[in-house]
């Protein structure tokens, strides 16, 4: 009997020895971005937008390519409100019978026209519909979708006057729907132009179809006098509004009469979207007016730094993404202990690729950006549903088992037992007066928490006799002394003179 005693002995102590050398293990965690987690963690978006992934999560997609205002914006409805505003600011709604809706081109919304009347706009002194003179060179575009596309059907309408030879001249700018093209009609604007009684027809080649998206954009050039209508980016008619009808002549210039007020869609059943005026747009730019629904160059967002936890190694990204042909989308990371020093280039960003392993990522913060690119056309959007960061910590090491605290004249000496983990580089004591509280500095051996190293005794002297103190200790990681394991268990002591 007592010879099988000792065999357990001896057994519980080779088995405490065995535990002693196992080192502790980096355990592996992963953070998840996107899915039901959301993005709240995405901190840079540049033309990204949210829109509906897998189950009905938000996904981070291209956002679509909307007008944005320049300093040469004259109006510009982008109908994302709920109200229909011009948001160049140089136009007030005088009336408005559209209602937003959510199939849109670009952006989130719409405007709505059932046959009723459409927007009737107020130009400001600043205007270009508001303030009598030359016009410049000028660009109108927007998005039409119709239900239909009769004859009369009206987009736009603008009707003045202006007095020539003290004599009132009728002046009107027209777009309207004729045998399923739409129709521009300019009369008496550009001044001298005396043929066909001032009016000026210019119309596209291509057949407008019903509930199809198009965009339309038509442009006067004052230098050349060219004016010429766009559908889709592709050229549909042109005229040079000059003294020979060509290039060579003499420019009859655009110009506008007593301010009135500008009718958008006033006779109109369908959808319109990012109706924009612009200033000083010139022909040999209208290549650049093709309006493809996204960027060419693509869009990007980037997440915050993410705090993880000291020594943390990124391992590998699974990502749950969309990509049809011809889109991509491409990944990057980095990281570091402090991102308070972190630019656009520094750290640098490393590409990665989806599930593969991840090398030389380490740090206590961890950063995703992400490059989203369409299709060649401009029309087909990459996704991402979810990201999920898989990353390895340094365990921290357990506290010590087992603490005393020995009382004496002004001192306390502590004892503990090693940590059981071979991980472990030293120890930090926590001392203080209230139960929990390790606030005090009075020590010698300085403030708490004080790092006494890969020891298991020390004497803390200074005291001040009559006072409690309450002490715990910690492990920290021969990696990082950074990574600090729990508290051990409370011990106290009151030191006194004897």
């Not at 059932?114 to 998005?143: A, C, D, M, V, Y």
């Amino acid at each position: 009997m007592h010879n099988i005693k000792n065999v357990s002995i001896i057994s519980i102590f080779c088995l405490l020895s065995n535990i002693v050398l196992f080192p502790a293990y980096s355990e592996e965690r992963v953070i998840t971005l996107g899915g039901k987690s959301g993005w709240n963690d995405v901190a840079v978006t540049d033309r990204i937008t949210s829109g509906n992934g897998k189950y009905g999560y938000p996904c981070m997609q291209l956002d679509t390519n909307s007008r944005a205002i320049s300093e040469d914006t004259d109006l510009l409805l982008d109908f994302e409100g709920d109200m229909p505003v011009d948001r160049a600011g140089n136009y007030d709604v005088v009336s408005n019978n559209s209602i937003s809706s959510r199939k849109s081109k670009m952006g989130k919304g719409s405007g709505l026209i059932r046959g009723n009347g459409g927007i009737r706009l107020h130009g400001k002194s600043n205007s270009l519909f508001g303030t009598p003179g030359q016009t410049g060179s000028f660009l109108i575009e927007f998005w039409l979708n119709p239900y239909i596309a009769e004859n009369g059907e009206t987009v736009f309408s603008w009707r003045s006057s202006r007095t020539v030879q003290d004599s009132p001249l009728y002046q009107m700018i027209n777009a309207s729907f004729y045998r399923n093209h739409l129709e521009w009609m300019f009369t008496n604007v550009f001044n001298g132009y005396s043929e066909n009684g001032g009016v000026i027809t210019i119309a596209s080649y291509s057949t407008i179809i019903p509930d199809v998206w198009t965009h339309h954009a038509i442009t006067f050039d004052q230098d050349t006098g060219l004016l010429e209508y766009r559908i889709n980016g592709k050229l549909e008619a042109l005229k040079y509004i000059t003294s020979t009808g060509s290039e060579r002549g003499s420019v009859y210039q655009a110009i506008l009469g007593v301010a009135a007020d500008m009718d958008i869609s006033p006779a109109y059943t369908g959808l319109i979207d990012d109706f924009r005026i612009q200033r000083g747009c010139r022909t040999d730019t209208a290549e650049e007016m093709r309006y493809d629904t996204f960027h060419r160059n693509g869009g990007r967002f980037e997440t915050k730094p993410i705090m993880v936890s000291q020594e943390a190694q990124l391992t590998k990204i699974d990502a749950v993404l969309s990509e049809p042909e011809e889109t991509s989308v491409v990944m990057y990371v980095r990281s570091g202990d402090n991102y308070f020093l972190w630019n656009d280039t520094f750290p640098e960003w490393i590409p990665v690729t989806n599930h593969a392993q991840i090398k030389n990522q380490k740090g206590l913060y961890f950063q995703v950006a992400v490059d989203l690119f369409p299709d060649g056309s401009g029309s087909v959007s990459p996704a991402v549903m979810q990201i999920d960061l898989h990353f390895k910590e340094e365990e921290a090491p357990l506290p010590p088992f087992k603490v005393f605290a020995d009382a004496g004249d002004g001192e306390v000496t502590l004892t503990w037992s090693y940590s059981l983990d071979n991980s472990t580089g030293g120890y930090y004591i926590y001392y203080g007066d209230r139960p929990g509280e390790y606030l005090c500095r009075e020590a010698v051996e300085g403030e708490s928490p004080v790092d006494v190293g890969n020891v298991n005794k020390i004497k803390f002297t200074g005291l001040t006799n009559g006072k409690i103190y309450y002490f715990a200790i910690a492990a920290y990681s021969k990696v990082n002394n950074k990574i600090m394991g729990v508290l051990s268990e409370e011990v106290y002591a009151r030191p006194l003179k004897k």
